[in-house]
């Protein structure tokens, strides 16, 4: 016979087995712990007007975006699937139980992956948009943070159904939950399914709005692997943007310059070919 103790994240309750050597009578077995939800961006991205539209957000985030302001982002499937897959794992083993240190680990894999791919990349691209990107790997990666009430910037982020048919992955050109099963693309399932000739096109608020409503996330990590191309606004404007991160964050707004102290975060309960890579 085995026990279960619930914890939280996803939206939805999720269990752990307690061993043998475990001592049952310290465990409240109906304590709900806090635990991040993780979401995991592959899709094509955007900012693609020329003044920044920004939200005020219902949940605190931690979002690490894999490329600044006015740059392209490279991504394989076997990448996105291997990104996926050491999330989940952490997940499951537990690693990933707070905000802080979970975004931390997850940044840490993902520039220990960067180095490895630059290292073994012998794919030659001599292109403007490929330079771009090796030369802002430096600051690849970057987590901003924000807080329930405060505001962030608004993305497009579009799929080309082709593609994803052809990856044959569920991380590929998908939004998803890894802090919930089924790994459901969270685009098909607000917009629905669609054709291989209809592009689907959905903005990071109406995301966020999503599962807000639907799984009471209120604590979520976003790993965004999509490009954060602007088209609308020019070199100059992207480099004063990158320049002055504390008041232009691709991936959050604060309006306030001050270090923040550390916050307690609410208890939220919750149970192309693989070889070929391509700009997200």
Do not use: W
């Amino acid at each position: 016979m085995s026990f279960y103790y619930n914890y939280s994240g996803g939206g939805v309750y999720q269990s752990k087995p307690i061993t043998p050597d475990d001592d049952l009578e310290s465990i409240n077995i109906d304590d709900s712990v806090e635990y991040p939800s993780v979401l995991l961006i592959t899709t094509h991205g955007e900012y693609d007007s020329q003044e920044l539209i920004s939200f005020k957000s219902t949940m605190n985030i931690k979002k690490i975006n894999a490329v600044i302001s006015g740059v392209c982002n490279y991504l394989s499937v076997n990448e996105s699937d291997n990104i996926a897959n050491t999330i989940i794992n952490n997940i499951n083993e537990l690693q990933i139980t707070d905000m802080d240190n979970g975004a931390l680990l997850i940044q840490k894999m993902l520039k220990d992956m960067l180095k490895k791919m630059l290292k073994n990349n012998k794919i030659n691209f001599n292109d403007l948009e490929y330079t771009q990107y090796t030369r802002q790997t430096n600051r690849a990666y970057e987590i901003t943070s924000v807080n329930i009430g405060e505001y962030i910037i608004d993305k497009k982020y579009t799929v080309y159904p082709g593609d994803r048919i052809n990856s044959h992955s569920p991380f590929y050109d998908s939004i998803t939950l890894l802090t919930e099963e089924p790994y459901n693309d969270l685009i098909q399932e607000i917009l629905g399914r669609t054709t291989r000739k209809e592009i689907q096109e959905v903005t990071l608020s109406t995301i966020l709005s999503h599962i807000y409503i639907t799984k009471n996330i209120q604590n979520l990590i976003i790993v965004d692997l999509s490009c954060s191309i602007t088209t609308h606004i020019d070199d100059r404007t992207n480099r004063i943007i990158n320049r002055h991160k504390e008041r232009y964050k691709m991936g959050g707004y604060n309006r306030k310059t001050k270090k923040n102290k550390k916050k307690n975060y609410k208890k939220s309960k919750r149970s192309k070919k693989n070889s070929k890579k391509r700009v997200k």
